[in-house]
């Protein structure tokens, strides 16, 4: 579990303000992905990756910013941060295409004021 | 896209006794159907997963069961412990290839 780190595990922003949230794997899993979790909605994907400097949206990505220069980071950004990305955001990865499981960091908690 | 819906959304069960949670799913083109338990405050780790080439799939006292004529699965927990006390998620990899999640089950093990 210590191969995949998220960094801050709390933070909290004032409606406005740029805010990065970082994830650090040491696996060199090839797929990354970013998720935000708030109750009755489970886990919804925002971005993943399938290999440095390959990124995708996924089902939530508007207001949020995503690049992956490394294979072993992949920050987050919400540009300009809203009350309603005050949410547990859960960064994963996985080894490839064909081998499924996904493992997920320990989560940041993002609060909006 | 995909979209899992997920039954209960709690549950509470007897220590011992078995629980089921089911999820339902709407693409057909769906291959892969983990399960995900998360602990209180803890990130959600992989329990059990099956493939859509496989009715059912075993790891000791937890199960998962697949009928992709109905697109629904089940995870079946027996001889419930107290530890088993979690949130469970079901998700789906449809034909985009990425996980949707079901909202969960918060299941309950009374002593």
């Known amino acids: 579990d210590a191969g995949i780190t998220q960094s801050p595990r709390y933070k909290i922003t004032e409606t406005g303000r740029q805010v990065t949230l970082m994830c650090h794997q040491t696996?060199?899993?090839?797929?990354m992905f970013w998720y935000r979790q708030d109750l009755g909605h489970g886990l919804r994907l925002i971005y993943y990756?399938?290999?440095?400097?390959?990124?995708d949206k996924g089902e939530v990505p508007d207001g949020y910013v995503v690049s992956r220069s490394k294979t072993e980071n992949f920050p987050l950004t919400l540009e300009s941060a809203t009350r309603s990305q005050t949410s547990v955001y859960f960064c994963?990865?996985?080894?490839?295409?064909?081998?499924?499981?996904?493992?997920f960091g320990p989560g940041t908690r993002l609060t909006v004021t | 896209g995909e979209n899992v819906e997920q039954h209960p959304s709690t549950l509470s069960v007897q220590e011992g006794d078995s629980a089921v949670i089911k999820c339902t799913y709407s693409?057909?083109?769906?291959?892969?159907f983990p399960w995900y338990k998360q602990e209180l405050g803890k990130r959600p780790q992989l329990i059990i997963d099956?493939?859509?080439?496989?009715g059912e799939k075993k790891d000791q006292r937890i199960a998962v069961t697949l009928n992709k004529t109905a697109k629904h699965f089940s995870l079946h927990i027996t001889e419930t412990q107290p530890e088993d006390s979690a949130v469970y998620f079901c998700?789906?990899?449809?034909?985009?290839?990425?996980?949707?999640f079901g909202t969960g089950t918060r299941l309950t093990i009374i002593p």
């Open positions: 990756s399938a290999a440095a400097d390959i990124t």
């Open positions: 998700a789906a990899r449809g034909f985009d290839e990425k996980l949707t």
């Open positions: 994963a990865s996985s080894v490839d295409r064909d081998r499924d499981e996904q493992y």
């Open positions: 696996w060199s899993h090839s797929y």
């Open positions: 099956i493939r859509s080439n496989v």
């Open positions: 693409d057909s083109a769906s291959n892969y």
